[in-house]
């Protein structure tokens, strides 16, 4: 069985305290785009991984995928799978790709062997692998709170818009992301604000990350700007970056990164 993860980007987050737990709670806005991996399941004499198309630094008996398969091995007699994914999605960009490939494979591993799980129980072995992972089990956008794993549905519709997505050739570290942050509420709720018309998000939807991760990587600060010199409604970094995207009102192109070989995807 086979099946596609999307990755996702944010729109806005904002880190609103330090937890007890070490975590930190924020707020955000999960939103799936086009950008896919690929992933198969297929019966073997014994479980293992295998890795196509963009390098996942680390150990393969690492990957997130066989993680969420033994998960499941735990509660449910399933017979060995051979996994084998194709890497699309760029890696450590903030886009989410190894939540989602952890994700799917759980709703294709459920669907193939009938294990009858619901989405709260998908979601709950996917909290056990990544805050975001849950949010691929229904896949549609939403507001996330706590450490980003706890939801409320609503209405985001950016289809009307061309989204562009930039990947310059850096690996942010999350840690690294998150030790130049300084934790406090907002004035105003990302979940209010969102429901504005994207061409007023430019000065009030923000990433909380983007200053730390601007000063050490001031590359990914220029692409913003380029952006915005090309024409974008609105561009933010996702996540704890690198990449960035943006909203244009119609097809663009954007002739000094490809100059300079850096990668993006028109969506």
């Known amino acids: ?68 398969f033994e998960l499941l091995r735990r509660d449910f007699e399933i017979p060995h799978q051979q996994i ?41 072995y996917c909290r056990q692998l990544g805050a975001d992972c849950a949010f691929f089990i229904e896949n549609k956008p939403v507001y996330a709170f706590g450490k980003g794993d706890e939801f409320e549905k609503l209405e985001v519709d950016l289809s009307s818009y061309y989204l562009v997505l930039v990947k310059p050739p850096v690996h942010v570290s999350t840690a690294d992301a998150y030790a130049g942050i300084n934790a406090q509420k ?25 200053q730390s991760v601007f000063d050490q990587y ?3 600060r220029q692409i ?8 974008a409604t609105f561009a933010l970094m996702s996540g704890s970056g690198s990449s960035v995207f943006a909203l244009f009102n119609q097809p663009v192109k954007l002739p000094e990164l490809e100059k300079n070989n850096i990668v993006y995807y028109n969506i």
């Open 84 to 124: 084998t994914l194709l890497k699309n999605i760029p890696v450590g960009a903030g886009l989410g790709g190894g939540s989602a490939d952890a994700a799917f494979l759980i709703k294709l591993v459920n669907d193939k062997f009938k294990l009858g799980l619901s989405v709260e129980q998908m979601q709950a």
């Open 224 to 231: 913003k700007t380029s952006l915005y010199d090309a024409g």
């Open 218 to 220: 001031p590359q990914i």
């Open 1 to 68: 069985m086979l099946s596609f993860p999307n990755a996702k980007i944010n729109l806005g987050l904002n880190i609103t305290s330090k937890r007890e737990d070490g975590y930190h709670n924020l707020e955000t806005v999960f939103y799936p785009i086009g950008v896919k991996d690929a992933v198969e399941i297929t019966d073997a004499a014994e479980t293992t991984c295998i890795i196509k198309g963009i390098e996942i630094p680390g150990n393969t008996t690492d990957n997130i995928c066989l993680k969420a």
């Open 186 to 210: 907002p004035l105003q709720s990302l979940k209010e604000i969102i429901h504005l018309p994207p061409t007023t998000w430019k000065y009030k939807v923000t990433n909380d990350f983007e």
